[in-house]
């Protein structure tokens, strides 16, 4: 299937500019508050329920003109009248709201997006409704998925056929005031290396067992060879879907170092992650809660850990009858990070493309209508856009035997 040309809709609104509304300030979501206060096309709102966490991004902006409100959910009354009163809203939050969000942005007539799925199926069923509202519903558009829907696009345009597409997430750290470190929610994370994972094989989904499909793959310079694990992620149920080209296999494995493996295994075994709460002397307590607890924020670890994020995608096909190999990627030290936003370069990445999407809405540069995926967007102008904000992509291809930086220098 090819990605689709939509006129549509342009959400700039106005002498004030088009009105956001971000909600959650954790580390990726003060990414994308940093950005977004810089533009003269948006107002900014931005609610979490955790006023630490706003005021920190109030210090860190330094910009009074941003409304910053603690919200402590989604049917609040206080958060309907602030969500009544935008033209989009940005969930940096959770994903576990995004159908309740989604519902009141259709009632409220409030374009919509995202950065990644709970629950595919029931977003995507809702484009029919979306597209004859007039609103624009942009899921799954962070890092990876996002970014790496747009490199598997970008590639599949250059190629006749697709076989297979393979993404690779190479993020690691290391730090020697932390034992075990997650660079995006504590949560997630966990739930994602534990969970069954998902393959995309000769036209249907395949269910692996968690820490599956181990592989030493070599991520470029100066990232070096890590061990990866097949993960389900959203990438393997959309990118089949709407590349189209013949494309018969889809998976994404995520770096997960031999002492964590060991770690979740033995923490596993003895059930403390087990969500079902247990009796310790006059309290209950679920042992996942208390894990969670104890595991520090990303927030609170980037000033001492070391490392990169890297994302890979492979897309092998065929070129004029030829067989090739696209490998577009990106990678960001969590050192470069801290320097230009006091966060880890997980949280740099994942932030910084929604909000450079969110700027190019603002400017008219992207318009459509429905409930879309990164991969039904232009790739080209939004990596051109996001190399502006220090994250470069590269191509290297099979058939030319060279890497070359995208868009290519003047």
């Given at each position: 299937?090819?990605?689709p040309i939509?006129?549509a809709?342009?959400l700039?609104?106005?002498?004030?500019?088009?009105r956001?509304?971000?909600?959650?300030?954790g580390?990726?979501?003060?990414?994308?508050?940093?950005h977004?206060?810089r533009?003269?096309k948006?107002s900014?709102?931005a609610?979490?329920?955790?006023?630490?966490r706003?005021?920190?991004v109030r210090r860190a902006?330094?910009?009074?003109?941003v409304v910053?409100?603690?919200?402590?959910?989604?049917?609040d009354r206080?958060f309907?009248e602030?969500?009544?009163?935008?033209?989009i809203?940005?969930?940096?939050?959770t994903p576990?709201?995004n159908l309740?969000?989604?519902?009141?942005?259709?009632?409220?007539?409030?374009?919509y997006?995202?950065l990644a799925?709970d629950d595919?199926d029931?977003q995507?069923?809702?484009?029919?409704?979306?597209?004859r509202s007039?609103?624009?519903?942009?899921i799954?558009m962070g890092e990876?998925?996002?970014?790496s829907?747009?490199?598997?696009?970008?590639?599949?345009?250059?190629l006749?056929?697709?076989?297979e597409i393979?993404?690779?997430d190479?993020e690691?750290?290391?730090?020697s005031k932390y034992?075990?470190?997650?660079?995006?929610?504590?949560?997630?994370?966990l739930s994602?290396?534990t969970s069954?994972?998902?393959?995309?094989l000769?036209?249907?989904l395949?269910?692996l067992?968690?820490?599956?499909g181990?592989?030493l793959?070599s991520?470029?310079?100066?990232?070096?060879?890590?061990p990866?694990?097949?993960?389900?992620?959203?990438e393997?149920?959309?990118l089949p879907?709407?590349?189209?080209?013949g494309?018969?296999y889809v998976d994404?494995?995520?770096?997960?170092?031999d002492?964590?493996v060991?770690a979740?295994r033995l923490?596993k075994?003895?059930g403390?992650l087990?969500?079902r709460?247990?009796?310790?002397?006059d309290?209950s307590v679920?042992p996942?809660?208390?894990?969670l607890?104890?595991?520090?924020?990303p927030?609170?670890i980037?000033r001492?850990?070391?490392?990169?994020a890297?994302?890979?995608v492979?897309?092998v096909?065929?070129?004029?009858g030829?067989r090739a190999?696209y490998?577009l990627?990106?990678h960001?030290?969590?050192?470069e990070a801290?320097?230009?936003?006091?966060c880890?370069a997980?949280?740099?990445?994942t932030?910084?493309?929604p909000a450079?999407?969110a700027?190019?809405?603002?400017e008219g540069?992207?318009e459509?209508?429905?409930?879309?995926?990164?991969?039904?967007?232009?790739p080209?102008?939004?990596?051109?856009?996001i190399?502006?904000?220090?994250?470069?992509?590269?191509?290297k291809?099979?058939?030319?035997g060279?890497?070359?930086?995208i868009?290519?220098?003047?």
């Open positions: 299937m090819a990605y939509i006129p809709l342009s700039y609104c106005g002498v004030g500019g088009m956001v509304l971000l909600l959650g300030v580390s990726v979501g003060e990414v994308i508050a940093r977004l206060h533009e003269s948006i900014l709102t609610v979490d329920r955790d006023w630490q706003l005021r920190k902006i330094r910009e009074r003109k910053l409100e603690k919200i402590e959910r989604i049917d206080s309907i602030v969500l009544n009163g935008s033209d809203v940005i969930n940096a939050a576990t709201v309740e969000l989604m519902k009141l942005c259709q009632r409220y007539r409030v374009n997006m995202d799925s595919l029931r995507l069923k809702m484009d029919g409704v979306w597209r007039g609103l624009l519903g942009l799954c990876d998925p996002g970014l829907n747009l490199y598997a696009r970008y590639a599949s345009n250059k006749d056929k697709i076989y393979r993404v690779r190479g690691y750290s290391t730090s034992p075990l470190i997650s660079l995006f929610s504590p949560e997630i994370y994602e290396i069954p994972a998902h393959v995309f000769d036209g249907r395949r269910r067992p968690s820490f599956s181990y592989e793959y991520f470029p310079n100066p990232v070096g060879t890590l990866v694990y097949h993960v389900s992620h959203e393997v149920y959309t879907r709407f590349i189209g080209k494309l018969q994404f494995k995520l770096v997960i170092p002492e964590v060991r979740v923490l075994r003895l403390l087990a969500g709460k247990v009796r310790v002397g309290a679920a996942r809660d208390l894990l607890t104890l595991i520090p924020k927030w609170e980037s001492d850990i070391k490392g990169h890297c994302l890979v492979d897309v096909g065929e070129k004029k030829r190999l490998s990627y990106t960001l030290s969590h050192e801290y320097k230009m936003f006091g880890n997980t949280a740099y990445l932030g910084t493309v450079v999407v700027k190019m809405l603002a540069k992207i459509g209508q429905g409930v879309l995926t990164p991969e039904l967007l232009h080209d102008p939004i990596i051109e856009e190399a502006k904000k220090h994250v470069d992509s590269y191509l291809s099979s058939q030319e060279r890497i070359e930086k868009p290519k220098p003047d």
